[in-house]
């Protein structure tokens, strides 16, 4: 008898916790959305020139005092992918969007669509943009790879 009891317990408080999370998802995904509309409501296009791009913490990246009190304690430790750019005559920190991050070129001349000091995409790029090295192989899919190159197979993509 005890042991249904126990296991009733832990049932209904899994229960509790994920009707929780639920809910803190949900309110979490409206504030999401609420940004980035405002985000997109500020957008604009700037012309600037990379200097420099990194992930590194918050704290070390040179934005102001202000926007680093602004982030929750969370994220303060957690690494962000932060641009040095050119703008007009100064020199600016911008922090990026994560998927855009890898595409921005370095010592180059972008058109960058800009909402305050976050990068939402580059585009316009002066010159050729340059390919991404080829990220290597390890483990299993090398291996398997260098067996279909020795057994004359095409390799699988």
Do not use: C
């Not at 595409?103 to 316009?124: D, M, Q, R």
Request: glycine residues 6%; proline residues 6%; positive net charge.
């Amino acid at each position: 008898m005890k042991p249904w009891i126990v296991l009733l317990i832990i049932l209904v408080i899994i229960a509790i916790i994920m009707v929780v999370l639920y809910f803190l998802g949900k309110k979490a995904q409206k504030k999401q959305e609420e940004q980035q509309q405002m985000l997109e409501a500020n957008k604009q296009t700037v012309s600037m020139l990379i200097i420099d791009k990194k992930r590194m913490k918050i704290k070390d990246s040179g934005l102001p005092q202000m926007v680093i009190d602004q982030t929750p304690k969370m994220m303060r430790g957690s690494k962000l992918p932060i641009v040095k750019a050119k703008v007009g005559p100064q020199i600016v920190t911008l922090i990026s969007d994560e998927k855009i991050f890898d595409s921005i070129p370095v010592k180059k001349e972008v058109k960058a669509i800009v909402s305050g000091i976050y990068i939402l995409g580059v585009k316009g790029l002066h010159g050729k943009p340059e390919a991404q090295p080829a990220q290597k192989k390890r483990g299993f899919k090398a291996f398997v790879e260098r067996m279909q190159e020795k057994a004359g197979a095409k390799p699988v993509k």
